[in-house]
């Protein structure tokens, strides 16, 4: 009988030579050229609806921030209602940030490491029935403020932010926000009312990301044109 294959991670199609990967390179570039402080920063990755693709931007930022910066960096999946961190990256769910806000465990404790030298993963941790309960409570506003002792980029994979309030606390503790847009999806007014919410809390906003773009885009966009051959892909 055949040996069952491994299921891939996220990791195995991470490649420093697609078009792609140069993308979130820049993207990294334009933050870090944004950053007047100590060098820390918390970056806060949503969208407005489900189904944009912000998990994998978050994880793809995560992991080349990780190899192509040599930053060491925390990739920590606030999504508490609807997770992907952890089956992107094949890690365990539970032992994550709902069991650090209920359980009282220590947040370093909770960190999940990966095969990337200077990635490591904080999950979501089990699935709770009431996860607006939990960003009630006071310890959710010290994990990031801790963490960043201990890491120089940390990257938050929060809800989205139409359907729930959870991106708005999120972003009284990180430095600046990401909005994910799928292109051809995402309807006009639904990204400006994603604005207005990020805005009506702060000037964080740092950019967006235009994600499925060859979908949308005219040829001369496309990688492909210039010749590139894509080796591996992931959908978004």
């Known amino acids: 009988m055949p040996k069952a294959k491994k299921p891939l991670s996220i990791i195995d199609y991470f490649n420093m030579e697609l078009p792609e990967s140069n993308e979130f390179r820049r993207v990294l570039h334009n933050i870090n050229g944004k950053n007047k402080g100590d060098g820390?920063?918390?970056?806060?990755?949503?969208?407005?609806?489900?189904?944009?693709?912000?998990?994998?931007?978050?994880?793809?930022?995560?992991?080349?921030?990780?190899?192509?910066?040599?930053?060491?960096?925390?990739?920590?999946?606030?999504?508490?209602?609807?997770?992907?961190?952890?089956?992107?990256?094949?890690?365990?769910?539970?032992?994550?940030?709902?069991?650090?806000l209920l359980e009282g465990i220590a947040s370093r404790n909770a960190v999940k490491k990966t095969t990337i030298d200077d990635l490591d993963i904080l999950t979501a941790g089990d699935i709770m029935k009431n996860p607006s309960e939990l960003f009630n409570n006071a310890s959710i506003h010290r994990i990031i403020d801790e963490m960043k002792f201990y890491y120089d980029k940390i990257i938050v994979d929060s809800p989205p932010l139409i359907p729930v309030m959870d991106p708005i606390i999120l972003l009284e503790e990180c430095d600046g926000a990401i909005l994910v847009i799928k292109a051809g999806a995402t309807q006009r007014d639904v990204i400006m009312r994603a604005r207005e919410l990020l805005n009506s809390q702060s000037d964080k906003v740092m950019g967006v990301v235009v994600n499925n773009s060859t979908q949308s885009l005219p040829y001369y966009y496309n990688y492909r044109y210039y010749g590139y051959k894509h080796k591996s892909s992931i959908e978004s």
């Open 40 to 100: 820390k920063l918390a970056i806060l990755v949503t969208s407005a609806m489900l189904s944009e693709g912000k998990s994998i931007v978050s994880s793809f930022l995560a992991m080349t921030s990780a190899r192509s910066k040599k930053v060491k960096t925390l990739l920590i999946d606030f999504d508490l209602r609807r997770p992907m961190v952890h089956k992107l990256f094949r890690l365990p769910l539970e032992g994550g940030v709902s069991n650090i």
